[in-house]
Every structure is written in structure tokens, then in C-alpha cells.
């Protein structure tokens, strides 16, 4: 299922990394799930319940700076 939240909701909305980068519906694996993902770091979050979880560690397993072996993106994120 698709993320369907408020517009005025996903403008102020942002990652919780130090870059606070915008988010993006879906995963990069799954672009219709019920996730949101930092256009910056990679990192993905749950949204249970209709609620968008923004918090680093309930960041998505396998997403994120430490998702690829590089070791992250060098982008402020870490």
C-alpha cells in the first residue's frame, strides 16, 4: 500500500539525520511501501498506524549510510 499522507504534512516533514534532508514515499526496493526515505542518506522509516516512526534506530533494516559496504555517503548523514 502506497503512503498517503497530508501534502502540508511531507513539506515540513524531515529526516532526522544531520542533514534533515527531505523524505520521499516508498523504499528504494519497494517504491509503494508504507515507508518514507531520506532523499539524502537512504535511510527508510515506518509509518505504522498511518504514523510516519521518524527516529534514527527504527530506521529500516538494510537502509541507510551502512546499508552498502562503502560504508555511507559521505553527506552528513552518518
Same mark, same amino acid.
Given at each position: ?8 504534512l511531507?513539506? @515540513?516533514l524531515?529526516? $532526522? ?8 514515499? %516508498? !523504499?528504494?526496493a #519497494?517504491? *509503494? ?14 509509518? @505504522?498506524?498511518?504514523? $510516519? ?8 533494516? %538494510? !537502509?541507510?549510510? #551502512?546499508? *552498502?559496504s ?9
Amino acid at each position: 500500500m502506497a503512503v498517503d499522507l497530508d501534502a502540508a504534512l511531507m513539506e @515540513i516533514l524531515a529526516c $532526522p539525520c544531520p542533514a534533515h534532508a527531505a523524505l520521499r514515499s %516508498g !523504499t528504494a526496493a #519497494d517504491p *509503494d511501501a508504507d515507508a518514507l526515505t531520506c532523499t539524502a542518506c537512504g535511510r527508510s522509516f515506518p509509518i @505504522i498506524d498511518g504514523i $510516519p516512526v521518524m527516529l534514527l534506530h527504527e530506521a529500516l533494516p %538494510g !537502509t541507510g549510510p #551502512d546499508a *552498502d559496504s562503502g560504508g555511507g555517503s559521505g553527506q552528513g548523514c552518518g
